[in-house]
């Protein structure tokens, strides 16, 4: 197994090991809306933690009162997560997968502030992480590779119900790897847990061959309406409160619509918006080449990598596209005499920022993306 040696690396999840060690009680969330990262990075880290430590109480949450969205219930030990609501207790140690930053913990941000510790293992870029201990490494695939490099860290055997949490994380973080996040690490670890008992039929049969009728009539709304501009290399398309209603799909099934809209040929960036209850409109952005939609997502309030990213915005689609498109566009009008691409030429303060950050190294070991 040529999984990357790191020695930073094993002395962050050295750290964390330690911190693990100390506590008896460990709650483990990731991010509000979970996708098959958030999920299996929670039950597989879950599941590890409790084959090196059996004697601890390990609980696995969701920062949301949803139920598990339908296509990731057949991950092994979903049943038992708990809403994060529901949880009364204050555990010995917090730890946070596939988020660094607290306001995306949703109703479990209570239950960060009342553990003694905090931990995170994550792959978003952060800046300023909130945890005693961290491994945030933005050039992973997914933090799924995270939690199995944490598991041979610890000598961890990797049962066939790991290995299935896992894979279900790094296939859909890399889009079945096809996202440019797809790279040697994500297929080592990928292959290792295939061999450990994951199942790649297993994970598509359930999260990409198991669409609702609704849900395609709702998909066959959002195709009608892509619209392309700046020469087509910007797509978008929406899907209202009244679409919902219409089809009888549901809002959690809207995640991947996203990609319906980057499929367009020729395009370079999509926009995904979808209305949201309370007024709010959540925005996905992609990146099919190297413009970085990442500081378009984080001006709005959001966030995200490079080539994915997103955020919430407060009004309705008009609004939000009157937001976003002209930022898009800036996109493919400003570049960097360094050949970067700035995505804002508005404010020179904005720019300068923005190139002082990138310039600069980090002393925490968070590797840019
Ligand atoms: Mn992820």
Redesign the pocket.
């Known amino acids: 197994m040529d999984v990357r040696q790191n020695p930073e690396q094993e002395e962050r999840f050295s750290r964390i090991a330690e911190l693990i060690e100390g506590s008896g009680t460990i709650a483990i969330c990731a991010h509000t809306s979970p996708?098959g990262?958030?999920l299996g990075?929670t039950l597989g880290l879950q599941k590890v933690i409790l084959s090196r430590w059996p004697h601890k109480t390990v609980v696995g949450l969701l920062a949301d009162a949803d139920a598990v969205p339908r296509i990731y219930s057949y991950l092994p030990g979903s049943g038992a997560l708990v809403h994060a609501r529901d949880y009364e207790g204050a555990p010995d140690l917090f730890v946070s997968v596939?988020l660094s930053v607290a306001k995306r913990l949703n109703d479990a941000e209570q239950v960060m502030l009342r553990s003694r510790r905090t931990a995170i293992i994550d792959?978003?870029p952060c800046d300023d992480p909130y945890a005693d201990e961290s491994l945030i490494r933005p050039e992973a695939a997914?933090?799924g590779v995270l939690v199995a490099e944490f598991a041979l860290h610890l000598g961890v055997d990797i049962t066939p119900d790991i290995a299935r949490c896992l894979y279900c994380?790094i296939a859909t973080?890399t889009g079945r790897f096809q996202y440019q996040n797809a790279d040697p690490e994500s297929f080592s670890v990928a292959s290792l847990l295939v061999d450990a008992g994951a199942s790649p039929s297993e994970l598509s049969l359930n999260v990409y061959q198991n669409f609702s009728l609704s849900f395609l009539h709702l998909e066959a709304l959002v195709m009608g309406r892509i619209t392309t501009f700046a020469s087509g290399k910007i797509t978008y398309s929406y899907a209202t409160t009244a679409d919902l209603e219409r089809t009888g799909a549901s809002l959690d099934e809207c995640d991947g619509l996203v990609d319906v809209v980057r499929s367009v040929s020729g395009s370079e960036v999509a926009l995904f918006l979808k209305e949201v209850p309370g007024g709010k409109v959540r925005g996905n952005l992609r990146s099919k080449t190297d413009k970085d939609v990442s500081g378009i997502a984080r001006r709005l309030g959001g966030g995200g990598h490079k080539a994915a990213a997103g955020f919430t915005y407060e009004g309705d689609i008009d609004q939000a596209l009157a937001a976003v498109l002209p930022p898009l566009r800036s996109l493919f009008e400003y570049v960097d005499p360094d050949g970067t691409i700035i995505g804002e030429r508005l404010d020179p303060r904005l720019i300068a920022a923005d190139r002082a950050r990138r310039s600069g190294g980090s002393a925490t070991g968070q590797v840019r993306a």
């Open positions: 996708d990262d958030a990075s596939d792959h978003h997914a933090t994380a973080d």
